[in-house]
């Protein structure tokens, strides 16, 4: 089922009603209906899953800090879940039905690649990966197993309404025809380099663990400080554990636009920032994309900026730096900008009177999706359909990751997206992967 008959499809069914086999109709709250599952990443991002959690029966539990492991037994009440410190191991337990990915963002694509070889649906918070060839490896196989599995990536804003309408006015012609899309995020983080070795690991935190695929780095308590929620910001700088903003709040903006595009992969990518750092990610950066015509709008370009970069306003009386994350989309009749929860619609252009849009009735309107994590567990317990599965998320941050490689090769690069391979420099080629430590493997 193609993106756009999905979008139709759920005006009939309703995306937040719980959607089951008939052979388990007998209460959404029956232990028949309940999902056996595996929460990895007890803390942070952790947390937010404890009330989707609460309703399912959650039978293991992973973290490499025993302190937070315990914490998360604690709140979700589960004495009888096994716990693990090692996430390979815990995937191997056979009774798990679906995994809730919540490690730091150089796991991501690895526990998410592992629970589809073990037939378990996945929820894997953003980034879907740190490079081209991860995000690729992991759409790969869900496409592979999309009639057995449900996925989602944890771009959660997306159950705000305002996706919907945003959607409905560039599909609508609200704007004209579409010719240039951005997004921005104005979040600054430097980081001078990496950490220093300073004392030794907390009891019962496994810093071997936590580094996983990612090459040796003595221990600092810099890499995970932070609050809950908000540690991601300690590590995710450093390219051997992040993409910087590019991967976080650029997945959570680049999906206002996204969702309203219907595009495939990039022909090209361009980029120009901050000097390249060989240790931490830039704070200032502009990436630019070629992306393809589809059958209802012709060949557009996408931008991203970041960390002070900025697109030109569309008049001199709109100051788009008022907006800290935001898109524009700009069209043959005008602009549409919009926050995460609001929009304003600018006709600005020759004959722009309006009279062209014709709005849909409210019978027509993209319905609610409800609850975001309830989606995918409804999906998984149904029809396995998700509003950002690996698919959908796995072409848009394949899309942004590969405008990083182009800023670490210094050129505009072109791009075959069937086969993952820029055609015109062999060093731009070689920075779609990365090498993993000895004993890691994002295909086991």
């Not at 759920?10 to 028949?32: E, K, M, Y």
């Not at 995020?185 to 220093?196: E, I, M, V």
Request: aromatic share 10%; proline share 6%.
């Amino acid at each position: 089922m193609k993106r756009r008959q999905f979008l139709k499809s759920v005006a009939f069914t309703g995306a937040a009603g719980l959607i089951l086999p008939r052979t388990r109709l007998f209460g959404a709250d029956a232990p028949s209906n309940k999902l056996n599952m595996a929460l990895i990443g007890t803390w942070g991002r952790g947390e937010a899953h404890f009330g989707a959690l609460s309703q399912e029966n959650v039978v293991a539990l992973c973290d490499v800090n025993e302190e937070h492991l315990a914490y998360g037994a604690r709140k979700l009440n589960c004495p009888n879940a096994k716990q693990y410190v090692d996430w390979r191991k815990c995937l191997d337990q056979k009774d798990i039905d679906a995994v809730i990915c919540c490690t730091a963002d150089h796991t991501h694509a690895f526990v998410a690649n592992w629970s589809m070889n073990r037939g378990k649906h996945i929820y894997c918070e953003k980034p879907l990966g740190n490079t081209v060839e991860e995000v690729r490896v992991v759409r790969a196989n869900y496409l592979k197993n999309k009639n057995k599995l449900a996925t989602q990536v944890g771009t959660q804003r997306h159950e705000f309404d305002n996706f919907n309408r945003v959607r409905e006015l560039i599909l609508d012609g609200a704007i004209g025809d579409v010719t240039e899309v951005c997004a921005w995020g104005d979040r600054k983080l430097p980081r001078p380099g990496y950490l220093p070795a300073q004392g030794e690991p907390p009891k019962g935190f496994h810093w071997d663990l936590w580094l996983g695929p990612s090459p040796e780095h003595p221990w600092n308590p810099g890499y995970i400080a932070g609050g809950s929620g908000m540690n991601c910001l300690s590590w995710n700088m450093y390219w051997d554990f992040g993409t910087g903003q590019v991967g976080d709040m650029g997945s959570h903006t680049m999906d206002l636009a996204w969702n309203a595009l219907d595009a495939e992969l990039p022909t090209t990518a361009q980029a120009q920032g901050d000097p390249y750092h060989p240790e931490v990610t830039p704070v200032k950066l502009q990436m630019d994309f070629d992306i393809p015509a589809n059958d209802w709008r012709k060949a557009i370009r996408v931008s991203w900026y970041q960390g002070g970069a900025m697109p030109e306003n569309p008049s001199r009386y709109v100051d788009l730096k008022k907006i800290d994350h935001g898109v524009m989309f700009e069209g043959t009749k005008g602009f549409l900008v919009a926050d995460f929860q609001t929009r304003v619609l600018l006709p600005g252009r020759n004959q722009a009177d309006m009279t062209y849009y014709k709005a849909r009735p409210k019978s027509a309107l993209i319905p609610p999706m409800g609850n975001f994590q309830a989606q995918w567990i409804n999906a998984c317990k149904g029809n396995l359909k998700t509003s950002c599965d690996f698919d959908y998320g796995g072409k848009m941050i394949e899309m942004m990751l590969l405008g990083l490689v182009a800023y670490r090769a210094g050129r505009k690069i072109s791009y075959d997206g069937a086969k993952g391979k820029v055609t015109d420099s062999p060093e731009a080629d070689a920075l779609l992967r990365r090498t993993y430590r000895q004993g890691w493997t994002l295909n086991g």
